[in-house]
């Protein structure tokens, strides 16, 4: 692959600037006598693996939601950007639950709660002709992700 190298000859250094891949992982190998120090000492073969960390733009998101009801069941959205969805998750029967988004992205996040009443795994609107009123829905935070950091929330469904 493509590599330009840049070497220090004050500091005894080089570098390797390459279009480097978020989470990437490499090998760098430098074979037998390739490298010779200002005494005249040649290397011994070097092999070195590489991972790169996550991108700048990157970040995890913890989140914990508190004041459930837990003889309810509720359905946990995560919309970025208001069209796509990155966490779905289905619970019943607990007072609190926690998830974290890995690797989450810059941009805007809304966190929904459903209660599924009828316990079918869907949210159900309004039917007048059974006189049956929609299941509650809340948005429990809107929030922008700047990235590179670890962001926690702490959400209450009351």
Known sequence: M???VSINAKKREFSIQHNWK????????????????YRGFFNRAIEERIEIAKDKLEGDIDVKIK????????IIIVMKEKTEEV???????????SFSLV??????????????????KKWDGNDYKKRKQAEK????????FKGG??????????
């Open 2 to 4: 493509p590599f330009d």
């Open 22 to 37: 978020p989470k990437g992982k490499y090998r760098l190998i430098i074979k037998d006598s390739a490298l010779v120090d």
């Open 67 to 74: 004041g459930l009801n837990n003889k309810k069941q509720y």
């Open 87 to 97: 966490f779905k998750k289905i619970e019943s029967n607990k007072d609190s639950l």
């Open 103 to 120: 690797d989450a992205r810059i941009g805007n996040y809304d966190v929904y709660v459903y209660e599924d009443a009828n316990r079918n």
């Open 137 to 144: 829905v809340k948005m429990l935070k809107s929030f922008a």
């Open 149 to 158: 950091v670890e962001m926690e929330l702490e959400l209450n469904w009351k």
